[in-house]
């Protein structure tokens, strides 16, 4: 720890502090400088009134007497601060210069691997990385889709070196380590796991100035662990650089842990987020889609919101194909005749019990749609056809299904709507048990739709 003596402003003691902290080799420096806001106004310095406001014309007269600087003109610099930033711009250009050459060099030696950065940076992926999504088949045991996850970062990591990531410490909970691969650390800059610890502000800080050099970085922790990293998040959107975030544990179904780590309104919280996508798949296809969604995007960041919970793989032969998950929200299954009476619509986990009431609701001989819906933000982004097309205005019983805070959904269900959804926090069960008693069961949603169709 340094203490600069003075008000701040005495810059080769500054810079002589600066000097001995990289000298130091083995641990971080702090070096406390005192300063006084407004310095040189003679009203204002040390006061609010400097920080929240302009000077003002005539104090900035008096400070600038104060100071000795000339009145005119009125945005004056200094010749030494002049000189400061001349003397940036020329050692910017050198530093440009070398690298240039030096790159000439590593292009002449390794055309190939020259010809991979130059993708890097142009954010271009390889053809036929597609190719390597996996396929899931119905028939399969029910998985989580955060399992899912794990199997699709693994089956496109070869394929996209410039992929890299890891978690805030909880990587096997959280399916994201690359497997084969080593860990990054100072003895080794070229691993592809990241070990962040338990930092999710630092996690996200370091995601974005990654983004920002042609990589895609992705981070992951659980969902109720965003509100951690949220202003990193934010910055992610303002500055449109493309981290991707994986939460999983993404709802109250997490279970036994119980409500200080069920997520209840983080869903509608990152959806809030202008420029920020934020994607719910509802089964291991709808997992990988979500995948190639956040790998393809640009100028945005994606939050994969990610379950604990097995869920049954959905019958895409029977089904629609997940592949609608890129318009953000598609009809998964259609009144068997005519138009639809009513839509039940669901994200993620809720979708697979929002089936079972279509399917009940269909036994009845009631037409219903069900509408599968893992990103509002891709789905504003499609032409008013095809949002009417998979909502039409005409039919206004509407019933939203989703294990979170029901904010924002009457977007979607109208005046006439409903929506089933928590508006209290969770509570410590087996996630069977939590359905039940929350509401989130086909009998349930059977029930609702009644009530809507005032049957």
């Given at each position: ?51 929240g ?13 104060k100071?000795?600087w ?6 004056y ?14 050692r ?11 790159l ?13 950065w ?24 029910p ?19 410039f ?16 497997k ?5 650390s ?26 920002l050099s ?30 991707i975030f994986v ?14 780590h ?10 809030a987020i202008?420029n920020?996508?934020l ?14 969604v ?26 629609a194909s ?6 953000g ?5 259609d009144?068997?005749?005519?138009a639809?009476?009513i ?21 009845e001989?009631i037409?219903a ?6 990103s509002?933000d ?22 939203a ?9 009457e ?9 089933i959804?928590?508006?209290r926090?969770?509570a ?9 008693k ?18």
């Amino acid at each position: 720890v340094q203490r600069v003596p003075g008000d701040g402003n005495d810059l080769e003691a500054i810079d002589r502090a600066i000097r001995t902290a990289q000298e130091e080799k083995e641990r971080p420096s702090i070096i406390m400088v005192k300063t006084h806001i407004g310095y040189g106004s003679p009203h204002k310095q040390d006061t609010a009134d400097a920080h929240g406001s302009p000077l003002g014309e005539e104090e900035v007269k008096l400070t600038k007497q104060k100071l000795g600087w000339p009145l005119e003109p009125k945005f004056y610099i200094p010749e030494p601060a002049r000189d400061q930033f001349h003397k940036c711009l020329e050692r910017g250009e050198t530093l440009v210069k070398e690298w240039e050459e030096r790159l000439a060099v590593y292009r002449a030696a390794w055309p190939d691997l020259a010809a991979e950065w130059d993708r890097f940076v142009k954010r271009e992926l390889p053809p036929g990385w597609k190719d390597k999504l996996p396929k899931f088949s119905w028939t399969e045991k029910p998985m989580a889709t955060r399992e899912a996850s794990g199997k699709v970062l693994n089956a496109v990591a070869a394929d996209l070196p410039f992929l890299i990531g890891g978690s805030a410490d909880l990587a096997p909970s959280t399916n994201t380590l690359i497997k084969g691969q080593p860990d990054f650390s100072r003895e080794n800059f070229g691993g592809r796991n990241f070990h962040f610890g338990v930092r999710e502000h630092a996690m996200g800080s370091i995601l974005n100035g990654m983004a920002l050099s042609g990589l895609i970085p992705y981070g992951a922790t659980f969902f109720i662990f965003s509100d951690y990293l949220r202003p990193t998040m934010r910055l992610a959107a303002l500055i449109e650089t493309h981290p991707i975030f994986v939460f999983t544990h993404d709802s109250i179904f997490l279970g036994e842990d119980g409500p200080t780590h069920q997520a209840v309104e983080q869903i509608p919280a990152i959806r809030a987020i202008p420029n920020m996508s934020l994607i719910r798949p509802a089964d291991a296809n709808e997992t990988a889609v979500a995948w190639q969604v956040a790998i393809e995007t640009k100028g945005q960041p994606v939050a994969l919101a990610l379950t604990r919970q097995k869920l049954p793989v959905i019958d895409r032969q029977k089904y629609a194909s997940a592949d609608g998950l890129v318009n953000g929200a598609y009809i998964l299954a259609d009144a068997r005749k005519g138009a639809p009476e009513i839509i039940l619509i669901a994200s993620g986990s809720e979708v697979s019990v929002a089936l079972e009431a279509y399917e009940l609701l269909t036994n009845e001989g009631i037409a219903a749609r069900m509408v599968s819906m893992p990103s509002w933000d891709l789905f504003e982004k499609q032409p008013q056809s095809y949002r009417d097309e998979v909502f039409p205005p005409s039919v206004t019983a509407r019933l939203a299904i989703e294990a979170a805070a029901p904010f924002g959904w009457e977007r979607y269900v109208g005046l006439k709507g409903a929506v089933i959804g928590m508006t209290r926090f969770g509570a410590s069960a087996p996630y069977k048990v939590l359905a039940e008693k929350f509401g989130f069961t086909a009998a349930n949603i059977v029930k609702r739709a009644h009530d809507l169709l005032g049957r």
